[in-house]
């Protein structure tokens, strides 16, 4: 079955800094990979998709993800932090076969 | 525009009560998932369901039964309550065509924080 590895449980970055989360995925298929947000006391919310296609995908609030099967990662990128951005960060990892799976979330702090 | 509700947002239980988690969705979507978010953890799927009529388990649904009437509500009921149950619980939905799609969960409720006693 398909797993996911996040790594760092906690991130802290500068005001303006580079966001950098990162992502390992084992996959016995090509996979759909995704990041999702969550902020406290809400649910998730989809920051970025990879199904197919071009490897760089850019998703909401500034925040991309390149997919590279070589390396089995999908890290998650930002090129400057905002306080907004302090949240929790899961990725997750779908194969065709009815079944997803999360990684253990990565909080990202943001100093000011 | 309301998208995923859940209904409560906070319970408390005693060991073997039952209760039941609301969950509707006015998107018109297809797929609804039901998730437990324990402390440090990721998501865990418990229930799917791709349309009305049709539900299948997922990766922890021992202690727990869904039904999917209609295409906005996914109830989950939780019949003997154990201490095991306490969690976050999450509903989402997403609209994937046809059947047998990788999930992709697209809208999440703000959940249901459930304590056994």
């Known amino acids: 079955a398909q797993s996911v590895t996040q790594l760092g449980s906690h991130v802290s970055v500068s005001e303006g800094a580079l966001v950098l989360l990162r992502c390992n995925y084992s996959s016995s298929v090509p996979p759909y990979l995704f990041w999702y947000v969550q902020y406290p006391n809400q649910g998730l919310q989809l920051l970025l998709k990879?199904?197919?296609?071009?490897?760089l995908v850019k998703g909401i609030n500034g925040f991309e993800a390149e997919f590279k099967k070589s390396e089995t990662s999908f890290h998650l990128t930002k090129p400057s932090a905002h306080m907004s951005d302090a949240a929790e960060y899961f990725c997750?990892?779908?194969?065709?076969?009815?079944?997803?799976?999360f990684g253990a979330g990565t909080r990202l702090t943001v100093k000011p | 525009n309301a998208g995923v509700t859940q209904t409560p947002k906070f319970r408390i239980l005693k060991i073997g009560q039952s209760m039941t988690l609301q969950c509707t969705q006015d998107m018109n979507h297809n797929y609804m998932y039901w998730y437990r978010q324990d402390p440090g953890m990721g998501l865990k799927l418990i229930y799917y369901s791709v349309g009305a009529g049709i539900t299948d388990k997922g990766e922890v649904p021992n202690g727990y039964n869904v039904s999917r009437s209609t295409t906005e509500d996914f109830p989950l009921r939780l019949e003997l309550a154990a201490p095991s149950q306490t969690s976050v619980y999450f509903c989402a939905s997403s609209y994937l065509m046809g059947i047998g799609q990788a999930h992709q969960p697209q809208h999440f409720g703000d959940g249901t924080r459930l304590s056994i006693l």
């Open positions: 990879y199904t197919t296609g071009a490897t």
């Open positions: 997750a990892v779908s194969e065709n076969n009815n079944d997803m799976r």
